[in-house]
């Protein structure tokens, strides 16, 4: 096979019981020219048995230890060859003709460093999907709106955007160090300067956990640590660095995303977590200025409104 156009990076660790639909939805795609790279993280499950029976369409790498999230993708990027590279989780799926959109997102823009396009949330525990619009049709984003909207948030599902291999080149791969958003820090530092298309079509589906209450407080704690050495690295000079209005918006909106990520502080043991987390929010947004602790306020109180159905 030739130079493939899609480097599709899979990170799997202990989720082999949706890795068969994983795979099976990147073989309905239908092309020859995709490139399949598996980084099993070290999985105590049934991933290698899986990963042979589809030797055909993959490379399997194993790692010894675990690295992590962004440490298995890092290590997948470096066998990745094509012109365009999809990190696709192992418990989500393709829909049928999402390389085909994709291409041709990045056909119709060659400024684009990412095409994002809107999915199918399904839920973990019922199955029962729903889908999730980024846009109303499809939109050409802007160097400089692309890069407000996702200094703002992380607006789009993993499964659903690509990443022009070109604008890689001269960055280090994704912080093996951020344990839940370092797909955010990643993509924000290889697409400064570029635009994006949107596409307003679901094209691929992406599974949402239920998680406990004690496992949501665990996580809450890794995602202050995460954030914290975000704005370290945003904070020292080189290509992580973040200056002026952008480091400042980008506190407020970790600040917002430690108090609404989590939970619905309805029940009591989650409210008590949002309470602490408040506390954590409330000096990373003021970092940021007047205007991000407003932001952070504001989000706050949709939150608890969302949460207690006022309208």
Not at 109 to 121: F, K, P, Y
Not at 201 to 222: G, I, K, L, M
Not at 226 to 252: M, V
Request: with cysteine.
């Amino acid at each position: 096979m030739t130079e493939p156009v899609f480097s599709i990076i899979i990170p799997a660790y202990n989720y082999g019981r949706f890795l068969t639909q994983t795979l099976e939805s990147v073989r309905n795609q239908g092309r020859e020219d995709v490139q399949v790279v598996l980084v099993d993280d070290a999985s105590t499950d049934n991933t290698p048995e899986i990963a042979a029976r589809f030797a055909n369409l993959v490379h399997y790498v194993r790692n010894e230890n675990n690295l992590g999230a962004g440490g298995a993708w890092r290590k997948g990027i470096g066998f990745a060859s094509g012109k365009y590279l999809i990190k696709l989780d192992a418990d989500d799926q393709f829909l049928p003709g999402h390389l085909d959109a994709v291409e041709q997102g990045f056909q119709s823009n060659s400024a684009a460093a990412m095409v994002v396009s809107s999915v199918v949330l399904m839920n973990g525990v019922s199955g029962a999907t729903r889908e999730e619009l980024i846009c109303d049709e499809d939109t050409v984003l802007g160097a400089g709106e692309f890069r407000n909207s996702l200094l703002d948030n992380f607006f789009f599902r993993m499964p659903g955007c690509a990443l022009r291999m070109e604008c890689l080149k001269n960055h280090d791969g994704p912080d093996e160090a951020l344990f839940q958003i370092h797909d955010w820090e990643y993509f924000l530092r290889v697409t400064r300067g570029h635009q994006a298309v949107l596409l307003s079509q679901p094209t691929a589906v992406y599974r949402e956990h239920d998680v406990s209450v004690s496992a949501t407080a665990r996580s809450e704690n890794r995602l202050f640590s995460d954030i914290q050495r975000w704005l370290k690295l945003a904070s020292t000079p080189g290509q992580h660095q973040l200056q002026g209005q952008d480091l400042k918006q980008l506190k407020g909106s970790l600040a917002i995303l430690l108090i609404t990520g989590f939970g619905k502080p309805t029940n009591f043991q989650v409210f008590s977590n949002l309470m602490r987390n408040y506390f954590k929010a409330v000096p990373v947004a003021a970092g940021g200025g007047f205007f991000q602790l407003a932001r952070l306020h504001s989000a706050l109180l949709k939150k608890v409104i969302k949460s207690l159905k006022i309208t």
